[in-house]
């Protein structure tokens, strides 16, 4: 493992540094309320059309697409470059993280025109339909299904937990399109118009007063075939390139989540009960320390991406191992911290500390993050089949024909 950055990436670094600091001011610090969502997306788009004019955006994908066709390594070091400020985040990662890969390897080049130079821009935000009420690990059970229609196939169903959807211009959507098969055979994936006649998007509240994701119903929308992408019944398998993506961009530590630094903070200007700093009690040094701990084991084992990744290979499972003890850590340290807090650490209003916001937004997200892009139970079955090699979760379902399953 090697912790310094090549000559290049160095070179690389140093020209990011340089043009945030010419164009980044802004976003120095946190905002002092947070966006409300028109303002988000306003923002979202200034910043996306400012860093595609200097050559920030599409950074590992092909030039051909418009991308800078760098490695993923000049990529990750934008990210944690511009992770040094508070620019607007979020609106297009399933976009152009997830979406827009996905229609440029597997979509026709009328389509892939068409959409993919908007999508970098940022003037058209995407989201991913895949979960369903029934289906969300298991994914290949989904039951939205489209029925082909001359040259048009037509959807009806329903899709849940989509991200930004409220926010979206278009979609990819998996669909049943034979139930006769076995579920994994049986799926196709088109592009959809969130505006087309028949959509409805339904926002979802969370507990923590955001509304980020969305129940999404399909009345007869008619898609064209020239947006389908890949072949019928080949679904799955152009699932797989968006899943792909979204493991690589969901392993790490969000930016600005609290670390063991904020613990050590809030323990050292309140009181134990017993009397004293609570930073002297024996029990609350150990629960420091664990943090301190899991802290250096995450960034290590990311390390291991990097370095895996610096070299030109594809990361292994450490993703996976990544993604179970960051998301656990992240509501463990959270809710510790609020614990210290003690009377303040109770959700407060807008007009709250913004530190102790922070915590709370952190702790209530914690939640999602173990479920989004793969369960903790869903990681350790993959952990336990692909690296420690022991047998495979009963899939009794899998070779008979998806309408003679269930
Ligand atoms: C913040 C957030 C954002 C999201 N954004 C999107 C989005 O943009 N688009 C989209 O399509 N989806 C999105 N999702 C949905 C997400 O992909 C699903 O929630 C996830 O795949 C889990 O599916 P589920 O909720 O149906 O739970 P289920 O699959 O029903 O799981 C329920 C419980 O059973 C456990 N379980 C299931 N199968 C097994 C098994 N084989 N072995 C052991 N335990 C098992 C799970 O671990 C979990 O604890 C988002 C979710 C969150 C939280």
Known sequence: MDFNDTDVEAAYREQVRGWLTDNAAEYREPPATPWKLDEF?????????????????????????GGQGLTPMHSIIYGQEEGRYHAPSGLYSIGLGMCIPTVFTHGNPEVVQRYVP?????????????????????LAGIRTKAVKDGDDWIIDGQKVWTSFAHASDFGIVV??????????KGLTMFIVDMKAPGMEVRGIKQMSGGSDFNEVFFTGVRVKDSHRLGDVGNGWKVALTTLMHERLAVGGKPRHAPGYETLMKLARGVEAPAGGPAIEAGDVRQRIAQSYINDQGIKLTQMRALSALSKGQIPGPEQSIAKVVVAKTMQDMASFALDLAG???FVTGADGDPELA???GSYLGAAGLRIAGGTDEILRNIIA??????????RPDKDKPFNAAA
């Open 358 to 360: 922070k915590l709370q």
């Open 41 to 65: 997306i306003r923002r979202s788009k200034a910043w996306q059309a400012k860093k595609h004019a200097a050559g920030y955006t599409g950074i590992t994908w092909p030039r051909a697409m």
């Open 385 to 394: 089949e692909r690296v420690l090699g022991l047998p495979g979760d009963l």
């Open 118 to 138: 908007k999508a970098l821009l940022g003037e058209e935000v995407w989201c991913q339909l895949f979960s369903e009420p029934a289906a969300g690990s298991d």
């Open 343 to 345: 009377g303040d650490g």
């Open 175 to 184: 669909c049943r399109t034979d139930p006769s098969v076995p579920k994994h």
